[in-house]
């Protein structure tokens, strides 16, 4: 007896001019991958004020990672792996 699970993937689209995830949704299809595309006005969000003196990125990645939790419990999911990309590593450090 094996154990059976389902890999999905999730982008969240902070909804900024400066970047559009967008052309993934067409890649994870031609994948043939459970896609999750969740759009969140984080830059809005951000400017509203309510960022109570965090930094935009911390703000960012908490918003990002409670769009994905979200995501799971909608979708019935029980563990959330989470990656950066080459680009993030590089503008990380």
Known sequence: PGSTFEIAAATVDPMTSAFTPRPLIEYMQSLGVKYHYIEQPIFDLASSGIMQGDSVCAF??????????????????????????????????
């Open 60 to 93: 960012c990645a908490r918003m990002k990672r409670g769009a994905l939790y979200k995501c799971c419990r909608d979708h019935d999911y029980n563990v959330l792996v989470l990656a950066q990309h080459l680009d993030d590593l590089a503008e990380s450090f």
